[in-house]
């Protein structure tokens, strides 16, 4: 065979060997590409996993709010129920004090009535403080707009200014809650002289 000849055998070999190569630049390419699809199908499935993870941490935070919100309500509830009721109370306390006050305690036949209504007024006042009353009597106190309401002011000697003077009704808070100010006369301050 001459160096022109071509042995039917090689050629064979060689389409068999371009056929390989072909077949193996596909494979690599097709491998390639299922590997980019399933880095980015990867982190599709992380990006959902970290939202879900966000999305259930908003949920618990969210659900704990709700709890805490209930226990704070229940709380309230219990503390402030009888707030109503014990408004409708304050008014059997100042009319037990006006009668004392308006009472003759030298006068023999009233003194027993006195004392009773005292005893009433006393017993009275310790029921509205076991259930969280508490009195407020400011006199000689500085006045307190918070807790407080100023009927009037007037000029008193040797008053401190802005201080109570005069208790016209006493004031009552539960639980640390105004129920109802306390009505006071305030002491002006001293007059200052504008044309110095």
Known sequence: MSEQETNPNDVELDNVEAVEEAVEGEVVDETAQRIVELEAALAASEAKVAGQKDAVLRAKASEENIRRRAAQDVEKAHKFALNKFANELLPVADNLERAIGAADADNEATKAIVEGVEMTLTSFTEALAKSGIKQIDPKGETFNPEQHQAMTMIEVPGAEPNSVIDVMQ??????????????????KGGSVDTNA
Do not use: H, Q
């Open 170 to 187: 006493k004031g009552y808070e539960m639980n640390g809650r105004l129920l109802r100010p306390a009505m006071v006369v305030v002491a």
